[in-house]
C-alpha cells in the first residue's frame, strides 16, 4: 500500500493513478496529544471512516478523495468518536 492508496477487501487500490489531482493535499495538524492519523495524509487526526473504502480519513482527505468521481461522491462520511479509536 502506498500513500494515496486504500485497502478494501484485501484488495489495494491505487487512487493516485485516477484521481493525481487529490493527491497534494496538506492536512498537517500541530496536536501534541495522541491521535490516531489519517490514513491517507498521516498527519491529521482522523474523524470519518469511509465505510466502501474502508479507509478512515480526515475532513479534508475525505472530501478531497471524493470529490474527484462521480462514484466516490456517493460514499458517506460516518463520524469517528475518539473513544472507539483507542480500543
Known sequence: VTPFSTV???KSHHLESKYP???DLDCS???SESVTLCEECDQ???EYLCQKCDCKLC???FDQ???VSKVLKT???VIIESSVLKM
Open 8 to 10: 478494501a477487501n484485501g
Open 21 to 23: 489531482e487529490a493527491v
Open 29 to 31: 495538524t500541530n496536536s
Open 44 to 46: 491529521s487526526k482522523v
Open 59 to 61: 475532513d479534508k482527505c
Open 65 to 67: 478523495i471524493h470529490s
Open 75 to 77: 460514499h458517506s462520511k
